[in-house]
């Protein structure tokens, strides 16, 4: 997938996450149903080891790519001060395959497998290139909270 700058889009406006937390670069695609993320590995990342993206990285990645869908209607205005709070409730699969090096740009493809109010189950794929990284299913949990 060819990453064009004007088809980008912010992940700020639809995760709370912020450095060194923050584990997607932009929003490549972005539906109620699906979304599709990248992610540049670093050397300053606190997941990066001996020069590998460790799997834990791997694992928060996919959960922030998976929040998107869900985050989205909390984001709706990119100008409102909204905060939110979000778990893993549920980790039904994770299936490890390779481990990124320092420099490499991931790509992950998220589906919403089912949604109930403000939890849902998620599908994840983590590719580099064409190889795949990490296959996940997980629940999450997003709750708005008050100021």
Do not use: W
């Not at 937390?21 to 699906?34: C, G």
């Not at 992610?39 to 990645?61: P, Q, T, Y």
């Amino acid at each position: 997938m060819q990453l064009k700058e004007e088809n980008l889009i912010n992940i700020h406006h639809f995760l709370p996450h912020r450095n060194p937390m923050l584990m997607a670069d932009y929003i490549l695609e972005l539906t109620p149903e699906k979304v599709v993320t990248s992610f540049e590995i670093k050397a300053d990342n606190i997941f990066v080891h001996n020069n590998e993206f460790v799997e834990a990285g791997l694992i928060e990645h996919s959960a922030q790519t998976s929040s998107s869908i869900l985050g989205q209607s909390f984001f709706e205005n990119p100008e409102s001060n909204t905060k939110v709070i979000g778990f893993i409730t549920n980790i039904k699969k994770i299936e490890v395959f390779g481990l990124p090096q320092v420099g490499d740009k991931i790509i992950s493809k998220a589906s919403l497998i089912s949604q109930y109010d403000n939890i849902c189950q998620i599908f994840c794929e983590t590719f580099l290139d064409e190889k795949l990284l990490i296959r996940t299913e997980i629940s999450i949990f997003i709750q708005e909270i008050e100021s």
